[in-house]
């Protein structure tokens, strides 16, 4: 499959989090950013834009019940940059976990400029 864009972790923060994660969830999401990086148009359900937040999205994990999400951001058109995830226990995605990514996005420009 033709790539469209470039997925990378920033830091090992995204990579801490997928240790942590057993198989199943692992290559699920495996698959999900294998959509990321190959779909012209990526699907809503699979990464959706997060209001207010100046460019962090949410790429979208659900098996089962169970889902988890990985925050992720665009820098420039091919290249999404993965940042931290977690396992969702509430409807809403909580605040403290949108500040966290939100501080790594900024951490990630002040770097690369």
Do not use: H
Not at 60 to 73: A, K
Not at 90 to 112: G, S
């Amino acid at each position: 499959m033709q790539k469209i864009r470039a997925v990378v972790a920033y830091k090992n923060y995204f990579e801490d989090f997928l240790k942590k994660q057993d198989r199943k969830v692992q290559d699920k999401i495996y698959k999900i950013l294998e959509a990321i990086e190959t779909l012209e148009m990526v699907p809503q359900r699979y990464l959706k834009y997060l209001k207010g937040t100046n460019g962090l999205y949410e790429a979208r994990i659900q098996l089962g019940s169970n889902i988890w999400r990985i925050f992720c951001f665009f820098d420039g058109n091919r290249l999404v940059i993965l940042l931290t995830g977690f396992q969702k226990k509430t409807q809403k995605t909580p605040k403290k976990e949108i500040d966290k990514a939100v501080k790594l996005m900024k951490q990630y420009y002040e770097e690369k400029s």
